[in-house]
């Protein structure tokens, strides 16, 4: 058992000690019953449902608390925490050593990043609104810079790719047993189909031609077919997943809250 | 003890680098440099709230292309293997390129985290409206603003733990006990994660109303992209499989299961039109980027 | 710095042509945005999604109800940055009919960014009072506090018309089908495929792919965005080519029994005899320049 808080002087109010005593102090109601847990969040679980049925004070109070959570944890565990304090503050300061560990040195240039991050405050004023656009274009500037580097590396090997071999090598059906290389008629129909999908939807995204010639606009008409074939894969394979997740808050609501059944 | 001494060693300060001891702060070499780019910078951005209208283009321009260039450098400069392996980009004065590379990614997450404050700021401005003037819905913004207050004051707490186990001021097995710990792991474990799923799972019901509503639209495309859809989801139900899984697989007649119909969809149709309309999103964000860097893209850079 | 190996990525197979492809494409780009600079008839074809945003702004107003607009759950980048682009000329339009607005963001960034283009769309209208600076709003930076959020918006408001174009994820669906519970007039666009056919089943008007790049040129016509999708088609023109020819190539590649001294070094497996697809020229191309 420690008690930090004897240790503390009262006049050093706000100092590590302090803080450290404040928050370590030990409760004896200090571990909630599972009971309660469980019925806490099975409640926020059925508000957030109500809105199945339609929009309600229920739902609008869990929604508000869903969002004040969110934010706050925003701000401490994904903003403060690991960006401000890991990335800025500590490189910026350093510390002292002790006995065990060494100095930090301080890198006191990123002082100057705070100023430009508070630039962007300048969006509510009328006169000085541009400052604003000093903060948002270095954001933007150091995003386009990456695209080049990124279709390299994304689009290029796809491209490649999409050049398939359309004439057999071997004049068979069945290539399941065939070492790998070998091109039996129904691969290369496969992929002359893979080519022609590829072009033809890509036809599609012809803008600057006004599609007057019959083979372009019915080459572009099969290939809004062709994407409604992939969308109606990306939807079953979709919809898979989130039924899982359904099935998982489903057994949380009966079997670990209501206990309606044996916990597997 | 040698090895404790050199463990131990501190790291040689240099004009960048300033040492932080155990002096008094404001005898610390470290504190008025922070303070000194603080005060230049406001200097900076006094003068630069005075630049004349016409220059205020070109200025907001230079910093979005020098920022751009940043990378499109890292990607063109030649490349070369040091004597550990090590891939460098040689670059002036002997220095490595690759070096800045972490330092830039920190920078501009840096001002991300800064510009959350504008979101909160638009939080406060709202919630906070409402709750002075009573408006309608006032105890919901005051919820929120409450739910959120107590999520920071335990986060920070529980971070301020975490700090004291790291410096060993307790075990962690204590820091557990804690009302801080316990708190936070209340508004955080089993109220936000709780709701993060059930919203996800929510999905489910708004998914079968969907599917629904566009199995009645009398279109070619919705009928064509559902019957897809049903095929596709047959080929994972282990009902649907069961019916055809007495076709042999190796034979022709394999051709005709579901789990083979549905994996043929998946590669040699849905494959290859997602490419295409992944490429031309990829020729999108390249136009995008090429305009952003260069100032054309009206939204963003100064009229 | 003492090196081993230098100028490894130009000594790697073919590297320069990749850099060469993305250049061609940036001066494609480029080329077009000059000519149509300079008033070289450039014509884009029609997007039918985008011709119904004037009703659907127009239906808002009757009814006296607010549209909707989310920019997706993406950071600042070009992204979110063309959704308020296009966010600007429906915007214009709603100040025109005097139709209430909301813009619900994800991003602290994005939201800046929005705030005042939108206040800026209001000033060009000449009614500045009218700016509401609480219809441009954060919700959250969560993405199912997000959702909550706007579902939330669109249900208490009972909004007329909703406008999704970004990014949109696992999200898209709650406040599509939220948006039809009320009975609004949906378009969407989403540069996240995966998530399209979901805003298909939900939404009135969706727009396919780079439809959404396109939009802002369809829309506003300004000669620097015309000239940029102009550019990107000649792109994608010689995409087309390219895997054409290279097909070819690859046809003969593959049907060329590799002698049998060279099979250890290009890692073919036990008994095979011909090079497999990403043993072929431009796919062993594109994968050599990789770090």
Redesign the interface.
Known sequence: MIDLLAQAQPDNVFTRAWWDALVTREESWQILPTAFKFTVAAILTVG?YS?LY??NRF??F??HL??G???G??VVG?VWEPVLHQKWWVPMVGAAGTDETAMKLAYWPWAVVLPIGVL?FF??SKKH?WL?RI??GI??GL??GQ??NA???RY??Q?????????P?QFTLSSRLD?????TVPDAINNLIV?AT??VV??????????QSKLFQRSAIAG?WL??VG??A??GT?MMT?FSLFIDRAYFLLIEWLKLGPIA | MNWLIAQVESPEPGFWGLPHTDAPLLTQGFFWAIVGSLVGMVVVIFFLARVPSNFRRPIAVAFVFLAGMFYVLEW?L??????S?E??I?FLF?S?YEDAVPVVANLSQII?GL??????L??F??HF?RLFRLEKDWFFSFVLLGSMAVMIVFGLMNWSLDQAVAREAITSEQASRTIAAQGFQFVFFDMLQN??AA??S??AF??L???Y??FRIKSI??TI??AT?LVVLMSFIPIFLAITNWLPADQFVGNFRVDTIGDWILDTINAPA?RA?????G??????????MLG?????SV? | ??????????KLEWGWV??G??LL??AF??YN?VRAGRGKG????R?PGLDQIDEAVGRATEVGRPILMVPGLG?????T??A??IF?SIVRTAVRFGTPIRLL?Y???V???A???VR?VYLSEGVPEQFD??S??????????F???V??VI??EKVAATFFMGAFY??S??M???A??VGAIQVAAT?Q??Q???F???CDYVL???????AS?YLGR?P??LG??????W???V??M??????I???????TPVPADERQDLG?????????????F??K???AS??
């Open positions: 957030l809105l339609r929009e739902y609008r869990v929604e869903f969002i959570l969110a934010t944890f925003s994904i962007a969006v509510f609104g604003s903060p948002i954001i933007l995003w386009a695209q080049f279709f390299q590396n290029l090997p491209l490649a790719d999409s050049a398939r071999p359309f004439i090598n070492p790998s290389g070998t091109l080519m590829f072009i890509l036809s599609y995204f012809l803008y600057s031609f006004e599609q809004r994407l409604m969308f109606g990306i939807f979709t989130r | 063109v030649p490349r070369g293997k040091d004597m392996g891939t460098v040689p002997g490595n991300f510009l959350l404050a504008l979101g909160i638009s939080i401005r709202v409206g709701l993060d919203m996800f929510l999905i708004f998914i109303s969907a599917a509503r566009a495309e919705a992209m559902m859809a997602l309309i992944d490429l031309g999103l020729l999108g964000i390249l136009a995008m980027a090429i305009r952003i054309l893209e009206r939204g963003v009229d | 710095m003492e090196l081993q190996d230098y100028w490894l990525q130009y990749e850099y492809t993305i494409v940036v780009i480029l945005i450039v014509t884009i074809r997007i950071v600042l980048d070009g992204i940055v063309q308020i682009t600007s963001n991003d602290g960034a939201y800046a960014v705030q005042e283009i800026d600076p609480d441009v709003r954060f919700v959250s930076d969560r993405q199912f506090a959702a909550a959020g579902a939330g249900q208490r696992a999200e669906i709650i599509a089908e939220n039809n519970m540069t495929f995966i399209t056919p979901f298909i089943a939900t396919l792919g780079d439809e959404f790049y396109a040129a300004q620097v965005l940029s999708l102009v550019g990107a088609d792109a994608k023109m995409f087309v390219f895997v054409l020819i290279a097909a190539a690859h046809s003969f590649e593959a049907r073919f497996a036990d008994g095979q005899i011909y090079k497999d697809r990403p043993q072929l431009f796919g191309m594109t994968k990789r770090f």
